[in-house]
């Protein structure tokens, strides 16, 4: 048989160090052997490593405070990721956790979505760093950097055996489509090189077949969007949907608009999508939807783009872990437990889907239950964070169990676990002023809210814990704080009515 023959078929079982093998034996045999086995293993190269351009990778602390691409500086609440709606409509931050920016934290982790994102300079450099939840100062230091170093010898030995220089040539290349492509696709991912693919791909559209290909066009935007290019990619990207609209390049396009920071444009881009004969009930554009909305923090929605989801893919496990986060935060631990039995059933595991479940069953009353799942869960993990996670949800069941004790303990093995766990410092803060210690107490709030500015839990304490000491200057400013951070918070509305009426009297 062809070797050439045994290298396609190595690659689409995608076996691709034994294609590479195979191509590397056509070429020690005979080195002027035509252009397949080059093409082969260019595909096997790439495909080693490529990755999902339709998902952004976190922005740097350099790229959000220096970027020149947002649209409008102050925008209003629910059009800007900057800026997302204050409530959930659920009751807001007092049923349904927030991070950073005030975006609810969603039911399923994805890239971008467990960050934090200050809105200045200084809270990006006081925002507590580690070695599993720091930002990194630029995405320049991601996974393009990384995914170039580790192809490098690679690219190297891709080099030294090309059979025939021409390949170098982008005018050679575009005379055979398969050859350009396969090309492209490796100056852009293994040899991380966009520039070197943006020339290429501005020739073969400059060819007679690559005139009118949707695929050129798309790809062209994808090396200015990789050059951060971001107008010149949402040109090419336009131009492509005009040859043909596909799912990929409304993917790609959308992120230009979220790059933007555009939501309602993104959202418009995907529904535009949904329209088309190809993106007609695409679950993947009804999951971005629904990534959209939730960014924004419009709870509601995102949970109806999930069960839309759903409706068309009833094993998708971020739908399944959203919608079952939003009943558990909307007093229905009944229907969250049996959505989280549901990814057990169909293959999803791992010590944060225990804890949820420990939690839901702790809340549906299911007492045996939850301790089970909780030992599960700390036998299964190795990760610090998700320990300090475990920890901190035992010691919540062990305060409404009436077992105080145990639930100090507990907070303290969380921020053993993660120092940088802020919720822990507030409940300890909480049983501390509840024995009386105020000074610990205001120690654990200052350090909740060094680690979390945006909890307003800890400002409305230490009102509290001033106007249990007589300072009403620093209660006022204690109270004012935390009706910024949450100002549907009942709590801090009163305190606040109580000290005008006094400060007027006086």
């Given at each position: 048989?062809d070797?050439?023959?045994?290298?396609?078929?190595?690659?689409?079982?995608?076996?691709?160090?034994?294609?590479l093998?195979?191509?590397?034996n056509?070429?020690?045999?005979?080195?002027?052997?035509?252009?397949?086995?080059?093409?082969?293993?260019?595909?096997?190269?790439?495909?080693?490593?490529?990755?999902?351009?339709?998902?952004?990778e976190?922005?740097?602390?350099?790229?959000?405070?220096?970027?020149?691409?947002?649209?409008?500086?102050?925008?209003?609440?629910?059009?800007?990721?900057r800026?997302?709606?204050?409530?959930?409509?659920?009751?807001?931050?007092?049923?349904?956790?927030?991070?950073?920016?005030?975006?609810?934290?969603?039911?399923?982790?994805?890239?971008?979505?467990?960050?934090?994102?200050?809105?200045?300079?200084?809270?990006?450099?006081?925002?507590?760093?580690?070695?599993?939840?720091?930002?990194?100062?630029?995405?320049?230091?991601?996974?393009?950097?990384?995914?170039?170093t580790?192809?490098?010898?690679?690219?190297?030995?891709?080099?030294?055996?090309?059979?025939?220089?021409?390949?170098?040539?982008?005018?050679?290349?575009?005379?055979?489509?398969?050859?350009a492509?396969?090309?492209?696709?490796?100056?852009l991912?293994?040899?991380n090189?966009?520039?070197?693919?943006?020339?290429?791909?501005?020739?073969?559209?400059?060819?007679?077949?690559g005139?009118?290909?949707?695929?050129?066009?798309?790809?062209?935007?994808?090396?200015?969007?990789?050059?951060?290019?971001?107008?010149?990619?949402?040109?090419?990207?336009?131009?492509?949907?005009?040859?043909?609209?596909?799912?990929?390049?409304?993917?790609?396009?959308?992120?230009?608009?979220?790059?933007?920071?555009?939501?309602?444009?993104?959202?418009e881009?995907?529904?535009?999508?949904?329209?088309?004969?190809?993106?007609?009930?695409?679950?993947?554009?009804?999951?971005?939807?629904?990534?959209?909305?939730?960014?924004?923090?419009?709870?509601?929605?995102?949970?109806?783009?999930y069960?839309?989801?759903?409706?068309?893919?009833?094993?998708?496990?971020?739908?399944?872990?959203?919608v079952?986060?939003?009943?558990?935060?909307?007093?229905?631990?009944?229907?969250?437990?049996?959505?989280?039995?549901r990814?057990?059933?169909?293959?999803?595991?791992?010590?944060?889907?225990?804890?949820?479940?420990?939690?839901?069953?702790?809340?549906?009353?299911?007492?045996?239950?939850?301790?089970?799942?909780?030992?599960?869960?700390?036998?299964?993990?190795?990760?610090?964070?998700?320990?300090a996670?475990?920890?901190?949800?035992?010691?919540?069941?062990?305060?409404?169990?009436?077992?105080?004790?145990?639930?100090?303990?507990?907070?303290k093995?969380?921020?053993?676990?993660?120092?940088?766990?802020?919720?822990?410092?507030?409940?300890?803060?909480?049983?501390?002023?509840?024995?009386?210690?105020?000074?610990?107490?205001?120690?654990?709030?200052?350090?909740?809210?060094?680690?979390?500015?945006?909890?307003?839990?800890?400002?409305?304490?230490?009102?509290?814990?001033?106007?249990?000491?007589?300072?009403?200057?620093?209660?006022?400013?204690?109270?004012?704080?935390?009706?910024?951070?949450?100002?549907?918070?009942?709590?801090?509305?009163?305190?606040?009515?109580?000290?005008?009426?006094?400060?007027?009297?006086?």
């Amino acid at each position: 048989m062809d070797p050439s023959y045994i290298a396609l078929a190595q690659l689409r079982r995608r076996k691709h160090k034994d294609c590479l093998e195979t191509c590397e034996n056509i070429f020690r045999n005979n080195p002027c052997t035509g252009l397949t086995p080059m093409v082969l293993k260019y595909h096997a190269l790439s495909s080693e490593i490529i990755v999902d351009e339709t998902e952004l990778e976190d922005d740097g602390m350099a790229e959000i405070m220096l970027d020149d691409n947002k649209i409008a500086d102050s925008a209003r609440p629910g059009t800007s990721f900057r800026k997302p709606l204050a409530s959930s409509g659920r009751g807001g931050q007092a049923v349904h956790p927030t991070n950073l920016s005030g975006r609810p934290v969603t039911g399923f982790a994805r890239v971008g979505t467990q960050s934090s994102r200050p809105l200045t300079m200084e809270a990006a450099v006081k925002t507590a760093r580690s070695g599993t939840a720091a930002r990194p100062l630029t995405n320049a230091t991601g996974r393009s950097h990384r995914l170039a170093t580790s192809s490098m010898l690679n690219a190297e030995s891709v080099k030294m055996k090309t059979p025939n220089d021409a390949l170098e040539d982008p005018e050679f290349c575009v005379r055979y489509p398969a050859v350009a492509r396969a090309r492209f696709l490796y100056l852009l991912h293994v040899e991380n090189d966009p520039t070197k693919a943006l020339e290429l791909a501005k020739v073969a559209l400059k060819s007679k077949k690559g005139k009118n290909d949707w695929w050129w066009h798309a790809m062209v935007g994808m090396c200015h969007f990789r050059l951060n290019q971001v107008r010149e990619a949402e040109e090419n990207y336009l131009l492509s949907l005009q040859v043909r609209r596909t799912v990929l390049v409304t993917h790609f396009l959308a992120n230009v608009h979220i790059k933007q920071d555009q939501p309602l444009r993104a959202i418009e881009c995907y529904q535009q999508g949904l329209e088309s004969p190809e993106g007609a009930n695409d679950p993947t554009l009804t999951t971005a939807i629904a990534r959209v909305y939730a960014a924004v923090g419009d709870n509601a929605n995102a949970v109806a783009m999930y069960n839309a989801v759903l409706e068309n893919d009833s094993t998708n496990a971020e739908a399944i872990a959203c919608v079952a986060a939003d009943c558990f935060y909307s007093d229905r631990p009944e229907n969250a437990l049996l959505l989280y039995r549901r990814l057990l059933q169909i293959g999803v595991s791992g010590p944060e889907l225990l804890n949820n479940l420990g939690l839901s069953c702790f809340y549906a009353q299911q007492y045996d239950m939850a301790i089970s799942c909780f030992e599960r869960a700390i036998s299964m993990t190795d990760d610090d964070t998700a320990l300090a996670e475990i920890w901190y949800n035992i010691a919540n069941v062990a305060i409404n169990l009436g077992d105080i004790g145990l639930g100090y303990q507990c907070f303290k093995l969380a921020i053993t676990c993660d120092p940088s766990h802020a919720e822990a410092y507030v409940n300890l803060g909480v049983l501390e002023h509840r024995k009386g210690n105020l000074a610990p107490a205001m120690a654990h709030y200052d350090s909740a809210l060094r680690l979390a500015p945006q909890l307003y839990e800890p400002h409305y304490n230490k009102a509290v814990i001033c106007s249990t000491q007589g300072d009403m200057q620093g209660c006022f400013q204690s109270a004012t704080n935390a009706h910024e951070v949450f100002g549907a918070h009942r709590g801090s509305q009163a305190l606040l009515k109580d000290l005008r009426s006094l400060f007027a009297m006086v």
